[in-house]
């Protein structure tokens, strides 16, 4: 979504549109209002207790009044002090109240967004809504809008006091406010320009660093550091470059306010000099009268400051409301459908065609296709022939354009997304493993499952016997990505995951980079082993799981060109028998297994 509203409608948009969520804590920010007007009224009589301690005091050498009016000015400010610490608390309260569900609700819109949502945004990008753009809107509730109301209330309440005290000087004084906010409007709307700069600026910069050190092996092999660390070097130098362009005209905006303002202060002095001396002015109504200067000196101060703040954080508001506003692209049915029960795990696809954008080529064309409960299906197929995209539409992670994916004979798009995909098991080419221990991990599809389900999934996946040798057994940490383990034992813990799911359905996109003899032996037997009784869809690369297909589909350009067995395939598809010919006669030959040995075999 695009903000198009002028330069005043962004600055306040976002208030209203956060209200809604202050309104859960409206006590809490009602109570603090309060106490922000009574701290406003002890600010505002302080000059009029200092105008009778000059003139009744002073001028009339009553000691004792003197004490008197000093022994209040000191309860005053103690009840001030109680009266900022409630104050301060309750709006922190709130802001952290609010920004903790601006937060929560965010991630959690995200993750109801498919996998397209996440290949066409930049995760640096996401990670700085929920962290620094969210930190600015905070800033703006506990600080920003406190202050604007209480400077708000100084300003309305001294200017009253003023022009009821002395209506001339107060003439004197209305001469600051013009040009203060004339330089707020004009330096506010470039500080919140270049604002926004910054923050896409580091945005980017950031989402750069996360690739890099999640590929750090690739920049290392590649000795790319020092041009990483250039190209990382220039982002921040222009970030820096930028955020001294908004100190030079956050600096210029407060020292324009300052010298009108207080030099308004100036002409107080001396205007109300000259009646103090005529007669016409007591000392102690000047001194009044100068603090209350001060104090809309100082409100207008702090409101231009709060401009320049309300500028950078309404940019941090849009962009967090931008992505918030963005429609689900796959919306949860209204009155969703109950699969039968149990699940099969009957499959169809029925006149499916695909593409991932309206102005993109399709993907897949005319799919129809059938897996009955139990079956074993393997996809193969050059690179971009569809296979990944075939099977990423049975867990919805897309909708398809035209036709239909069936389960049990009911469309997904039907079906509660949470049913739908507790009923599909998901082992990726490239295993994905969390920061955490090996519990944890394996737990992350089934968190009630007990301890015997874990240990004997570990076992039937071959992984307890690495676990066991562990120092922490189950409780080690496995490091960011599963960096501390082998690719074979991060194969073999996603397929352990998965079978603690125990889903009616398999997706096994299988990895295409090879692993040592044995790793490759206990991966086969754990994914036979999870396979077995299972409905399953191999997006296939290693030749022992093509072999023990049920069906193998070839597919090419998005279409389905043959269906069969291997050993049919090879006299019937010229296409198929190309495939094998180029992807597992060099393994055969180094194996020492002939060709014309794998052509007899097959499942059937």
Do not use: C
Not at 101 to 109: E, I, N, V
Not at 230 to 259: I, K, P, Y
Not at 327 to 345: C, F, K, M, N
Not at 540 to 564: K, P
Request: aromatic share 6%.
């Amino acid at each position: 979504m695009t903000d198009t509203g002028s330069p005043r409608e962004k600055s306040y948009r976002f208030l209203l549109r956060l209200r809604p969520r202050v309104q859960p804590y409206r006590s809490s920010f009602l109570w603090a209002a309060l106490l922000i007007v009574v701290g406003t009224v002890i600010g505002l009589a302080f000059p009029l207790v200092v105008r009778e301690l000059l003139d009744a005091a002073f001028l009339a050498g009553d000691r004792g009044m003197l004490d008197r009016i000093a022994l209040f000015l000191i309860a005053l400010f103690l009840f001030q002090a109680v009266v900022n610490l409630g104050q301060s608390y309750l709006t922190a309260s709130v802001a952290e109240r609010v920004v903790a569900d601006l937060r929560k609700d965010l991630f959690r819109h995200l993750m109801s967004q498919p996998p397209g949502f996440f290949a066409r945004k930049r995760v640096g990008e996401l990670s700085s809504r929920l962290a620094s753009d969210a930190g600015l809107v905070q800033g703006i509730l506990r600080f920003g809008v406190p202050e604007l109301v209480r400077q708000g209330l100084f300003l309305v309440g001294a200017l009253i006091l003023v022009t009821i005290t002395h209506p001339r000087l107060t003439l004197v004084t209305m001469i600051a406010i013009p040009p203060t906010v004339l330089a707020g409007w004009l330096l506010g709307r470039r500080v919140r320009r270049i604002s926004t700069g910054i923050q896409d600026r580091l945005a980017g910069a950031v989402s750069r660093a996360e690739q890099v050190f999640t590929q750090i092996t690739t920049v290392q092999s590649f000795t790319r550091e020092r041009w990483e660390a250039e190209r990382f070097r220039q982002e921040v130098d222009a970030t820096r470059d930028e955020g001294l362009r908004r100190a030079v005209a956050r600096a210029l905006l407060t020292g324009t306010v300052t010298f009108t303002a207080f030099g308004a202060i100036v002409l107080v002095l001396w205007e109300g000099g000259r009646l103090v001396l005529e007669g016409a002015l007591t000392p102690g109504t000047l001194v009044a009268f100068l603090l209350y200067a001060v104090t809309i000196a100082g409100a207008v101060t702090s409101l231009a400051g709060f401009w320049g703040n309300l500028q950078e954080a309404s940019g941090a508001a849009r962009r967090i409301f931008d992505l918030l506003d963005e429609e689900l692209e796959l919306a949860e049915p209204r009155d969703p459908t109950p699969l039968p029960r149990p699940v099969t795990g009957r499959v169809e696809y029925r006149g499916v065609r695909f593409r991932y954008g309206e102005e993109l080529p399709d993907v897949l064309r005319e799919i129809d296709l059938v897996l009955e409960p139990g079956e074993t299906v393997a996809l193969v197929g050059a690179s971009g022939a569809g296979k990944s995209t075939l099977a990423a539409l049975l867990p919805r992670f897309y909708d398809v354009r035209e036709g239909a994916v069936l389960l049990d004979g009911v469309d997904v798009r039907e079906l509660a997304l949470a049913e739908l995909r507790s009923t599909v098991g998901l082992v990726p080419q490239e295993p994905m493993l969390f920061a955490g221990t090996v519990r944890e991990n394996l737990l992350y599809g089934q968190p009630e499952a007990g301890v015997e389900a874990l240990e004997e999934a570990s076992r039937q996946a071959h992984a307890h016997e690495f676990i066991s040798r562990f120092p922490k057994g189950f409780e080690q940490e496995i490091g960011e990505r599963g960096v501390t383990l082998s690719a074979g034992q991060r194969q073999r813990m996603a397929i352990a995951r998965v079978m603690l799911k125990s889903p009616a359905i398999l997706i096994l996109d299988e990895a295409s980079s090879a692993l040592d003899a044995e790793s490759e032996r206990l991966v086969q037997d754990a994914l036979e082993r999870l396979m077995e009784g299972r409905t399953t869809l191999v997006i296939a690369h290693r030749l022992s799981t093509i072999l023990r297909a049920d069906r193998i589909l070839v597919l090419d350009q998005g279409e389905i060109v043959a269906d069969g067995i291997h050993r049919d395939l090879l006299k019937e598809s010229e296409l198929y028998a190309r495939l094998y010919h180029r992807q597992f006669e060099q393994a055969l030959a180094s194996s020492g297994v002939r060709s014309s040995d794998v052509a007899a075999a097959g499942k059937r």
